[in-house]
C-alpha cells in the first residue's frame, strides 16, 4: 500500500475555504487533512502530501464549506439540503437530541447555528469570578488553566489574576502552572484541598481566580464556581458521580477529536450546564476558545470527514 507523503505542513487563514485552497496549491488535489482548528477568526489545518490513487479529502472539504455569505444561494431544492440526522446521528448525537433540530439545513452554518441552540453557551470567557476546575485524569484540567491564563493575561492585561493548585503532595504536580506563572508573571499560590475555601476567601473579590485539581476531587467547595472537565471522547456519557447538581458550568476538552462530540453535547444539553469553553488537544497558548455556532459547524465537518 502507499504511504502519504509524511512531510506535515501548517497552513492558517481568516477561512477555511481559502486555507483550502491554499492546501492544495501547496500538495495538489489529492493532499490528506490531518486536522482543522478555528481559534479567534483564524482557521489552521494540518496536511501532507497523498498518492493520487487515494480520495481527495481537499475536494470533500471544500464542497462541504459553506460560500461567504454574500456568495451563499439559499434554495428551497430540498435534493441541495443536508438531512441533519443523517449527518449528526454517527457522530454520537442521540435522538432525543436530533428530535429538536430542523429534518434538514441548507448549509453546515446552519446546522452550527441549530445545534448551539440547544445549548446553554457562554458567550465570553469571563473576565472575573473564581472558578475551580474538576475532572478525571487527561481531561486537560491543567492545560485548560494556563490557556485561559494565557489568553486573559493578553486581552484583559489591567485584570488581576491569581493561579491555585491543590496539587501540591504529587511530585510534579503542579509544575505545569508554576512554569506558566514564571512566564506569565502571574502568582500561584498552593493551597490542600481542606484548606482551599479559607484560601480563595483571603484573595482580593476583584480579578480572575482559576483553581487547578487533583484529579480525584469532587465538586463540593463553595468559594468558587465548580467547573466540570470532561474530554469528548469518553466512553459512556458524563462520568456518573460527576454530581452535576454541584457544578456551575461545563468545558468539553479535546473537541478537535470530532468523530464522537455528539455525545458529549447531547449529555451538555440533558445537564442543562452552561457550556463554559471548548478545549482542543494541542499546546499552549491557543487551546481554549468560547463555544460558538461556526466552531460547532467545523466540528461537524471534521466529523463527517473521519467517516
Known amino acids: 500500500m502507499q504511504q502519504a507523503n509524511e512531510e506535515i505542513r501548517y497552513f492558517s487563514g481568516p477561512s477555511m475555504r481559502s486555507v483550502l485552497a491554499e492546501v492544495r496549491a501547496t500538495f495538489g488535489k489529492d493532499a490528506l487533512i490531518h486536522s482543522q482548528e478555528q481559534d479567534h477568526g483564524r482557521v489552521r489545518v494540518a496536511a501532507s502530501g497523498m498518492p493520487a490513487t487515494r480520495p481527495s479529502l481537499v475536494e470533500a472539504a ?46 453546515l452554518g446552519d446546522l452550527g447555528r441549530g445545534i448551539a441552540k440547544e445549548l446553554k453557551l ?106 466540570l472537565v470532561a474530554a469528548v471522547p469518553y466512553a459512556s456519557g458524563l462520568p456518573e458521580d460527576a454530581q452535576l447538581e454541584s457544578a456551575g458550568a461545563i468545558v468539553l476538552t479535546h473537541t478537535d477529536r470530532a468523530r464522537s462530540f455528539g455525545r458529549a453535547f447531547s449529555d451538555v444539553a440533558r445537564s442543562k450546564l452552561t457550556l463554559l469553553a471548548l478545549g482542543v488537544s494541542r499546546d499552549v497558548p491557543g487551546g481554549i476558545s468560547r463555544c460558538s455556532s461556526d466552531q460547532l459547524a467545523e466540528m461537524a465537518l471534521r466529523g463527517i470527514e473521519e467517516f
Open 122 to 227: 457562554e458567550s465570553v470567557l469571563p473576565a472575573t469570578g473564581c472558578f475551580r476546575f474538576v475532572g478525571g485524569p487527561g481531561t486537560g484540567k491543567s492545560s485548560l488553566v494556563v490557556n485561559w491564563a494565557a489568553l486573559h493575561r493578553r486581552n484583559h492585561p489591567s485584570i488581576p489574576i491569581h493561579l491555585v493548585s491543590t496539587d501540591c503532595a504529587r511530585l510534579g504536580g503542579s509544575a505545569m502552572l508554576d512554569r506558566a506563572g514564571e512566564l506569565l508573571d502571574i502568582k500561584v499560590l498552593h493551597a490542600d484541598a481542606t484548606r482551599l475555601d479559607e484560601t480563595l476567601q483571603a484573595l482580593p473579590k476583584e480579578g480572575l481566580v482559576l483553581v487547578d485539581t487533583r484529579s480525584d476531587e469532587t465538586l463540593w467547595y463553595a468559594a468558587a464556581t465548580n467547573v
Open 62 to 107: 471544500q464542497d462541504a464549506v459553506p460560500a461567504p455569505r454574500q456568495q451563499q444561494i439559499e434554495t428551497t431544492d430540498e435534493t441541495n439540503s443536508i438531512d441533519t440526522a443523517q449527518v449528526l446521528r454517527p457522530l454520537g448525537f442521540d435522538e432525543d437530541f436530533l428530535s429538536r433540530l430542523p429534518r434538514s439545513v441548507r448549509s
